[in-house]
């Protein structure tokens, strides 16, 4: 079975701390996403990643920086955490290809970070 | 406006109700529809995937999509108490892989016994 792991499931942060959130997919692919849920904005992208060592912004990239050094491995990083990054995040994956279905997500099963 | 509307409930059902969940858009170039189903403290996991208007059934969900007033639906028959979930309707334009999901803010959905 296909698996995005996000090892932490609950993190409690203090304001100006640098946090890292760490996913790591089986599925050998290429496409790697970060996204914020919040009540009544639904999911917003942060960060994406087509390849190792490659990012591109998403929507909402500002006080967040991301990494990926090995394809099956992306890290969200908030430098200086703030309270109004209180969210639960999602990373999720894709193969790469055209069609098939190939923008179908495949989520982990998220981090949610209270930032105090 | 958003691109995606969706209400976001919270719809609480008996046991064996048919159970409407709806999204409408604004973008015209979405041709790509795809329900999501997340449960309490987990990720979203593929519902229903759907291209360009008409219906899609597998189960007792159907999925149906009218391009032409920008709106699409998922139903739910004989709804179930594990049917209790949040449900997020996604798009995109194309199909390429990493191409934009654009999300509704999903509906919670209650099932009662």
């Known amino acids: 079975d296909v698996k995005v792991t996000q090892s932490s499931r609950y993190l409690v942060k203090r304001t100006g701390e640098k946090v890292f959130l760490e996913c790591v997919q089986d599925m050998d692919h290429e496409n790697m996403f970060w996204y914020r849920q919040d009540p009544g904005l639904g999911l917003r992208l942060i960060y994406f990643?087509?390849?190792?060592?490659?990012?591109e912004k998403g929507d909402i990239p500002e006080g967040y920086s991301v990494s990926r050094e090995k394809k099956e491995r992306f890290s969200l990083i908030l430098e200086s955490a703030s309270t109004n990054q209180t969210s639960m995040y999602l990373c999720?994956?894709?193969?790469?290809?055209?069609?098939?279905?190939?923008?179908?997500?495949?989520f982990g099963a998220g981090s949610r970070l209270t930032v105090l | 406006q958003k691109e995606v509307e969706q209400d976001p409930g919270p719809l609480s059902v008996p046991e064996g109700a048919i159970v409407s969940l709806n999204c409408t858009y604004s973008n015209s170039a979405f041709q790509y529809f795809m329900w999501y189903r997340q449960y309490s403290r987990k990720g979203p996991e593929l519902l229903m995937y759907?291209?360009?208007?008409g219906n899609k059934e597998d189960g007792r969900f159907t999925a149906q999509v009218d391009k032409s007033s920008k709106y699409i639906s998922l139903f739910i028959r004989d709804s179930q108490p594990s049917d209790s979930a949040t449900y997020l309707c996604a798009m995109s334009a194309r199909e390429t892989s990493g191409s934009r999901l654009t999300f509704g803010e999903g509906t919670q959905l209650t099932v009662n016994p």
């Open positions: 759907t291209y360009s208007s």
């Open positions: 990643s087509y390849d190792v060592k490659m990012k």
């Open positions: 999720a994956s894709t193969s790469y290809g055209l069609g098939s279905g190939a923008n179908v997500l495949t």
